[in-house]
């Protein structure tokens, strides 16, 4: 699933190309994949709108709309791709949303696996109708310091590992990431958030820093079907230390990694370097 660094990336790809360009045409092909409002009222919404710019908030793509508190929200869910496409390409297989742009081209989302969503709404709204979340702190950028991170993190009783994934405590990071902060920063995922020594939190919020930085400087992991806003694959997957890589031997000591199920989801870490 694409997580906070494969989204940045797409974002970052989108932006230039979709600043500014007006929304001609709306065809959506999989209207279950609109959660807010109806489907009829997701493409008037859309149909003339001019998208101020694109950002990112968690895993979420947001582009408001010019001259109105909406903004169009995707969520690439597992397999998603939202990219700018020539008119004349030819439509890759699962494609769910077409609309065409003013300078002629299209932005298309095709989606596999169609675990995807679309929201359209004013922030409040989209709150108020339940269907985008209280998000935590974005764990990049200035707005959160490590005193905050400090705080947060002691005021939960839980596994490292299933804090990390709860995105209303942090924003954007999933299986990959948080195993990779864990063993950057030397910690077993099954640590109590609350019985972590100061150093220790110190360290993980710098380990969580410096994965999601890597792997935007890297365009993202390439490690199911994920590739940028032009359809490349990231790099950051070659650098992987523990994600993925159960029963091999740890990159850094050759012992063996373990593998277990923490918060539903398989985790990775190495036994002598995490403690
Ligand atoms: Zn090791």
């Not at 109708?129 to 993190?153: H, K």
């Not at 490292?160 to 077993?188: M, P």
Request: charged share 25%; proline share 6%; with cysteine.
């Amino acid at each position: 699933m694409p997580e906070l660094p494969e989204v940045e990336t797409v974002v970052s790809d989108l932006r230039p190309q979709l600043a500014g360009r007006r929304f001609e045409t709306v065809s959506l092909l999989l209207p279950r994949l609109v959660r807010y409002p109806e489907p009829a009222a997701f493409v008037a919404g859309l149909m003339g709108a001019r998208v101020e710019t694109v950002s990112r908030r968690g895993k979420y793509i947001l582009a408001p709309l010019a001259g109105s508190a909406k903004r169009f929200v995707v969520h690439l869910g597992m397999t998603g791709h939202l990219r700018v496409w020539g008119r004349d390409e030819p439509l890759a297989r699962h494609t769910h949303l077409r609309i065409t742009l003013d300078d002629g081209r299209e932005l298309r989302y095709d989606d596999q696996r169609q675990f995807g969503r679309f929201l359209l709404g004013a922030e409040d709204e989209l709150r108020t109708a339940r269907v985008f979340p209280r998000l935590g702190p974005e764990p990049i950028g200035d707005s959160l310091t490590e005193g905050d991170f400090q705080a947060l993190i002691r005021r939960r009783r839980r596994p490292v590992k299933s804090a990390l994934l709860d995105q209303s405590f942090l924003a954007g990071l999933g299986n990959i990431y948080s195993d990779e902060a864990c063993f950057a920063a030397g910690l077993r995922p099954t640590r109590m958030t609350h019985r972590l020594a100061v150093r220790e939190r110190q360290a993980l919020f710098g380990a969580i820093g410096a994965v999601l930085r890597a792997s935007i400087a890297h365009r993202g992991s390439s490690v199911a079907s994920y590739v940028d806003a032009f359809g490349v694959a990231g790099r950051n997957q070659e650098t992987l230390q523990v994600y993925g890589r159960g029963g091999r031997p740890c990159l850094r000591c050759g012992t063996p990694l373990k593998r277990l199920r923490l918060a539903g989801r398989t985790t990775v870490y190495c036994p002598q370097c995490q403690r």
